[in-house]
């Protein structure tokens, strides 16, 4: 199957952050949506900020769910009561049931099978760009999604190319056997704030 996932600058964030690079610009998240659920069929996840759910979910098709990214430790900002202290994560398809996918049933006693819909994980720091993902927050989303080895996963916004690093690791049993060729693909055609190479030596632009 192939996927792609999306952490792009957060709405209202990128002149903010990225105003020192002329390559930098808000991101259009109706034309992002519509062109992820068009040439994504299999599923896709995007990162986004609590504020800007009341405008990106009417832009979502229908059947999204949304999960949640609890940060067990967050920056505190003056003359922001309550902290934000979560990030949601919405996805639509991937190997699911809502995509016509049997769900594994465990057995009984027997090891959970299905992610949870949030997952608690401090932020990162000093990574080189604000709003980097931790790796085990990558690994929840594949999750999400259902990656299985032999999967495509297309990351539009690859920043410190932490999801591609992971998405490798998540096959790498299946590397070491040599059964599979984990693949992390460009994307082709998608215009982005930043390059499209998921090269971790380039900076992404993305918001917190």
Not at 6 to 22: N, W
Not at 53 to 75: D, H, N, T
């Amino acid at each position: 199957m192939r996927f792609a996932y999306a952490d792009p600058p957060y709405i209202g964030q990128a002149v903010r952050h990225y105003s020192h690079d002329p390559k930098c610009a808000e991101v259009d998240h109706l034309e992002l949506i519509t062109r992820l659920t068009k040439d994504f069929p299999d599923g896709w996840a995007l990162s986004a900020s609590s504020p800007s759910l009341e405008l990106i979910l009417p832009m979502c098709p229908r059947g999204y769910r949304v999960a949640v990214w609890c940060k067990s430790f967050c920056a505190f900002k003056r003359n922001v009561r309550p902290a934000y202290a979560w990030e949601p994560v919405i996805f639509w398809g991937g190997r699911n049931p809502m995509n016509g996918h049997r769900a594994a049933i465990p057995e009984r006693n027997g090891k959970q099978t299905t992610p949870k819909d949030f997952i608690v994980e401090p932020i990162t720091l000093q990574k080189g760009l604000v709003g980097a993902k931790p790796a085990r927050v990558c690994r929840w989303i594949l999750d999400l999604l259902n990656f299985e080895p032999g999967d495509e996963l297309i990351d539009l916004f690859p920043g410190t190319g932490i999801m591609g690093i992971v998405a490798r690791e998540a096959n790498a049993k299946d590397l070491l056997a040599g059964s599979i060729n984990p693949r992390l693909s460009k994307p082709k055609g998608y215009r982005t704030v930043n390059s499209t190479s998921p090269d971790p030596t380039e900076e992404g632009k993305r918001g917190e």
